[in-house]
């Protein structure tokens, strides 16, 4: 069973960069892809970014491509989302999903989730 906790959301000016931060506990994320996914209010959660457990790839949705990084560092047991020049369309809970061997982008396809974390972004 992977514990996933989020930190690092908060309120930043439209232009400004966060770094929000996965932290897993349990079984090492090595054999897992993890996910970033959000969800603003009203809307149904939808995927941000990826990180395939084997291989080192990445994916993200056009929207955050070239402002979103995702990274992970397996001895930490930690994943990283490096977001850069965010956009109040951006203003969401951001959310860790770990999924055991596989890919996914879609919500359903993750086996264990994080609480969230709150991304506000104002003008």
């Known amino acids: 069973q992977v514990q996933l906790v989020e930190s690092g959301g908060g309120l930043v000016q439209a232009g400004g960069s966060l770094r929000l931060s996965c932290a897993a506990s349990?079984?090492?994320?090595?054999?897992?892809?993890m996910g970033w996914f959000r969800q603003a209010p009203g809307k149904e959660r939808e995927f941000v970014a990826v990180?395939?457990?084997?291989?080192?790839?990445?994916y993200s949705t056009d929207s955050v491509k070239g402002r979103f990084t995702i990274s992970r560092d397996n001895a930490k047991n930690t994943v990283y989302l490096q977001m850069n020049s965010l956009k109040q369309e951006d203003t969401a809970v951001y959310y860790c999903?770990?999924?055991?061997?596989?890919?996914?982008?879609?919500?359903?396809?993750?086996?264990?989730w994080g609480q969230g974390t709150q991304v506000t972004v104002s003008s």
């Open positions: 349990g079984p090492t994320v090595s054999s897992y892809t």
């Open positions: 990180s395939l457990w084997y291989g080192g790839s990445t």
């Open positions: 999903a770990a999924k055991y061997r596989g890919a996914s982008n879609t919500p359903r396809g993750y086996d264990y």
